[in-house]
């Protein structure tokens, strides 16, 4: 190809021809790999490509890019302005790359990387830290992200992938996010728990909605939206006003410390009754089931390829069995 003199770089033209270099990334393998050899005949082995078709493939960089990447002489091919420019990049875009997949490998693996889920009531007190601690002992350079909160406002950043995970209630089907898989774990109940000492815990038979209506001041968990709605309606089947609550807190731990200290009632899953039962609470004997519901895991489809993942949803799945049955 005779000498073409290097011509300032046309910034539209560029800009326009970024878009389709993107797509075509592959070029620059190529690209480098003549680079690196010097010339295409080398190059071509090395790429396990004909001299004729790599050739194709620089020429086609070259028309994508509307600059001339080499010149050729006798005794190879030398970079042009335009050539050394490239060069600095593709580097940079090779190396990345692989980073890219070193990363993703690690984290496939479970050699690195980061765990980020959400869990309600019925799985952060033990089931969620016994998971995450068995886990770790296989895989113990993953960093594990825990908050608890409940699903109003952990759902919508499973689907918009702020989360890995979501531990709490099933949604009905018509609320279901298509992209999520939700995987039923067990059925639990909504107690009414108090200290052992209440003296709620001494009649002698179950209680009715009129026994807990004004015998208590109640907790509340501030984002327990479905769990309110729950014991408004097994009070009214009565005929009755649910109690309002007197204090409201975002951590199970501040609400058990407060059932320690006081009169207080709340609800609250059964799961955490032998939890809880350390902490000389327990639940309170009522006429029938205030709400039974199913819970279980929310997640992409996607992040069982993760061992990590894998192996955490292992544990709590056999953590789950044991308590739940």
């Given at each position: 190809m005779p000498h073409r003199a290097p011509e300032p770089l046309a910034p539209p033209t560029t800009v326009q021809s970024a878009p389709r270099?993107?797509?075509?990334?592959?070029?620059?393998?190529?690209?480098?790999?003549?680079?690196?050899?010097?010339?295409?005949?080398?190059?071509?082995?090395?790429?396990?490509?004909?001299?004729?078709?790599?050739?194709?493939?620089?020429?086609?960089?070259?028309?994508?890019?509307?600059?001339?990447?080499?010149?050729?002489?006798?005794?190879?091919?030398?970079?042009?302005r335009f050539g050394e420019v490239l060069r600095h990049h593709a580097q940079l875009v090779d190396l990345n790359c692989y980073y890219a997949a070193t990363e993703l490998e690690d984290l496939r693996d479970g050699g690195a990387g980061e765990?980020?889920?959400?869990?309600?009531?019925?799985?952060?007190?033990?089931?969620?830290?016994?998971?995450?601690?068995?886990?770790?002992?296989?895989?113990?350079?993953?960093?594990?992200?825990?908050?608890?909160?409940?699903?109003?406002s952990t759902l919508p950043m499973l689907s918009d992938a702020r989360l890995?995970?979501?531990?709490?209630?099933?949604?009905?089907?018509?609320d279901r996010d298509p992209n999520i898989t939700y995987e039923h774990v067990m059925h639990i109940e909504h107690r009414v728990f108090a200290h052992q000492g209440h003296a709620l815990h001494t009649r002698r038979q179950k209680l009715r909605p009129q026994d807990l209506q004004h015998a208590a001041p109640w907790l509340w968990f501030s984002e327990a939206v479905t769990t309110r709605a729950d014991l408004r309606q097994w009070f009214r089947q009565d005929g009755l006003e649910a109690p309002d609550s007197a204090i409201e807190v975002t951590s199970l731990q501040a609400a058990v410390r407060l059932m320690q200290q006081g009169d207080y009632l709340m609800l609250l899953p059964s799961t955490l009754i032998p939890v809880l039962g350390e902490r000389q609470l327990r639940p309170l004997a009522t006429r029938g089931s205030i709400a039974r519901y199913s819970v279980g895991m929310m997640y992409r489809q996607s992040t069982l390829r993760m061992r990590a993942f894998a192996e955490l949803r292992k544990h709590l799945l056999l953590l789950a069995g044991a308590v739940g049955g």
């Open positions: 270099l993107l797509r075509r990334a592959d070029l620059l393998r190529d690209f480098l790999a003549v680079v690196n050899a010097g010339g295409i005949r080398a190059a071509a082995e090395q790429v396990h490509l004909s001299q004729s078709a790599l050739t194709r493939r620089v020429q086609e960089l070259e028309r994508l890019l509307d600059v001339q990447l080499f010149e050729r002489h006798a005794l190879g091919m030398r970079l042009t765990l980020r889920l959400a869990a309600g009531p019925a799985w952060d007190a033990a089931l969620v830290p016994d998971a995450i601690a068995a886990v770790q002992k296989t895989f113990p350079r993953i960093r594990f992200f825990v908050t608890s909160r409940h699903n109003d890995d995970l979501v531990l709490g209630s099933i949604p009905q089907t018509h």
